[in-house]
């Protein structure tokens, strides 16, 4: 029988890449974490790492623990969930991640619910985009994320996790200066209009920049990005004091009248698809379940 916290550690090595990143999140020194997989190794018999210049990569041998590994932890997530549904009240912690328009839009509200429902329920939110919060997710650094999916863009499909649709975000052309467009002009040309104009994007390698880069360069137009900040906040302000044009979820506004001009994108790109994420097998814990249900109330005025 192979012990499972070392298969723990061999799993967690695959997801973070480095023996110091699987012992710092895990709170245990390199070396130790070391000298658990060497155990490992003499336990299956076969090696699991090779080196690669000053890094280590898992063995097809330990590939094939490792997925092992993954259904053992997903039939114990399912263990946990019986054991949650199976009380009466709803209590530990639960660990929440969600982009920004989200974390000011949905979370806040959805907090509110959970105290009030569910008082002995802990949640604990980190601020954080879901290139690093799904990841993250996988390597059990959270319970829920909250995500998003830009039109024509959609996100991988990790077969370890589970998606669940929250709502849709619509998106709309942010301009500096009303007057730079005709009132009857069609959403391509609005477009097409701000292409001398500096604009303000996501930063590069995101799955945002990605989409405002193709849905310009549809338009005919290579944008001038003079400005990247994940914060739409930031966003928000350069186009209100006219530095920049950019493209807006509804989320920014929570509710309130919008301070600038909208306009509509071309048909197929005018939304983003907000979802809730968790591992294979945790969906079914009640305190998940409880979380996502405040979540979607809180899309509703």
């Known amino acids: 029988m192979f012990d499972l916290h070392r298969l723990r550690l061999l799993r967690e090595l695959k997801h973070r890449g480095t023996l110091a990143a699987v012992a710092a999140a895990l ?46 932890l997903e039939r114990l997530e399912r263990a946990e969930a019986d054991i949650a549904t199976s009380l009466t009240e709803l209590t530990g912690t639960l ?33 954080m985009e879901p290139e690093r919060a799904l990841p993250a997710l996988l390597a059990r650094d959270f319970d829920l994320v909250v995500g998003e999916e830009y039109p024509d863009n959609p996100n991988p499909r990790s077969n370890e996790l589970e998606q669940e649709d929250l709502c849709d975000d619509p998106l709309r052309l942010a301009q500096p200066d009303p007057a730079l467009t005709a009132d009857s002009a069609s959403p391509t040309e609005a477009l097409r209009a701000l292409a001398g104009h500096p604009w303000v994007m996501e930063p590069q390698g995101t799955a945002a ?78 305190a998940i379940q409880a979380c996502r249900d405040a979540l979607r109330q809180a899309t509703t005025p």
């Not at 991640?97 to 000011?104: E, G, H, K, N, P």
């Not at 990605?210 to 739409?232: I, Q």
């Not at 048909?267 to 814990?285: C, L, M, N, P, S």
């Open 27 to 72: 709170s245990y020194s390199p070396s130790s974490v070391s000298q658990q997989l060497s155990q490992l190794e003499s336990e299956v018999g076969v090696p699991l790492l090779e080196p690669v210049g000053r890094r280590v990569r898992l063995t097809p041998q330990a590939e094939i623990l490792v997925a092992h590994t993954e259904a053992v």
């Open 95 to 127: 660990r929440l991640a969600s982009f920004q328009t989200a974390a000011l839009a949905l979370v806040p509200a959805a907090l509110t619910r959970l105290r009030d429902a569910h008082p002995h329920l802990r949640v604990h939110v980190t601020q």
């Open 209 to 286: 920049r990605h989409w405002a880069m193709t849905l310009c360069r549809n338009a005919g137009f290579e944008p001038d990005v003079r400005f990247e900040s994940t914060d739409l906040l930031l966003h928000l302000r350069l186009v209100e004091l006219g530095h920049a044009a950019a493209l807006l979820p509804d989320l920014v506004w929570n509710g309130r009248p919008p301070t600038i001009a909208l306009r509509r994108l071309p048909r197929g790109h005018q939304a983003r698809r907000i979802f809730t994420a968790v591992r294979r097998g945790r969906g079914r814990h009640p």
